[in-house]
């Protein structure tokens, strides 16, 4: 495309660098910054610079953290023997949103896949295996959640896990798959639905 | 929703101020910068602000520019006698990819909405009539082709354009509106199927 000023063709191509924004997007976004107070380019640019260059990660669980430890690991008033195994922080954020989990997590930051060349030692493996071996703290580890996507890579890091954790002697559960609650029967796609008459659960 | 970290929080409530970019997206957009070289980050910074600070119009036409003269009023192969009247520098792009004009363009920074509270003084008419009445150097405007999208805010403005322009007797078009090249008639709406045999074009 022909762009009416340099300035904007380089801020095109910055912006469309991001993962899911094409160059008509872009544009758009550039657009309308130009139409935007200057102020709000200039905090927008700030912002991203300071998380960049400020955000660090949490020592224990590997979640984003703004100090050592992460919001979570630090609340003493988490239960500190079960620990919620996810690939990133997004997955923290919706698991939190759920309001149904009151222990901590572990941030493998990625799942094994070979086709992309990502393997165990790629992720935060190994202190996961350290937090259930040698606790520190007060943290007596007994149970891991496993809480991955149901795709193939997730199922061969849950393999993996699995695998490296048996010896610890920790109980380790997945999270639980089956038809999504509000959704019709008639529209989960057999696989599901085969799943969740196999891992039926029993009435009380 | 709880950010793991106030960076994080500042950075996404910025971004999501973007038009079409929501908390969920801009999470994404957020965690993809963290995960790639510092260097990104401080690029896509510094185009932005860039681009916002150092970004003019031209003085002539409105677009946007680099200098005091966008690249297509400065360009001296233009054809100056034609103008072609747009909405913003987007549909200057657009019709420039058509590579099927050579004349300059005249932005008008907007659409008369009086919805939105946008009346013709918010636009750049003024300057338009101006480069008909009085053309300075070598221009001698003979045409002006009116660009604006079929709406309602677009017929209004094309139809106040026309009666501010009548006096200056220059020649006045607009695009032709028609059943798009390539689409199907069965598909194309009865509104545009109608207007486009009502401005049938006789073979010569």
Do not use: W
């Amino acid at each position: 495309m022909n762009y009416p000023s340099r300035l904007i063709e380089d801020a095109v191509n910055e912006i469309s660098r991001l993962p899911g924004i094409g160059k008509k997007t872009a544009l758009r976004l550039a657009l309308h910054l130009l139409k935007r107070e200057e102020e709000q380019t200039r905090s927008l640019s700030e912002a991203i610079v300071n998380m960049r260059t400020k955000t660090t990660y949490c020592v224990k669980c590997h979640n984003i953290a703004d100090e050592m430890y992460c919001n979570i690991c630090a609340n003493p008033k988490r239960d500190r023997t079960t620990i919620c195994v996810v690939v990133d922080t997004r997955d923290v954020l919706a698991i939190e949103s759920t309001n149904q989990y009151k222990g901590l997590y572990h941030v493998l930051g990625g799942i094994i896949s070979p086709l992309e060349g990502i393997g165990p030692a790629d992720l935060n493996i190994d202190s996961l295996v350290n937090r259930v071996e040698k606790p520190a703290e007060e943290e007596g580890v007994q149970e891991i959640i496993l809480a991955l996507s149901p795709t193939m890579e997730g199922d061969t890091t849950a393999f993996y896990l699995q695998k490296k954790l048996k010896s610890t002697g920790v109980k380790m559960s997945t999270i639980a798959r089956g038809v999504p609650i509000g959704g019709d029967l008639e529209y989960a796609d057999e696989i599901t639905l085969g799943r969740s008459i196999i891992s039926r659960v029993a009435y009380d």
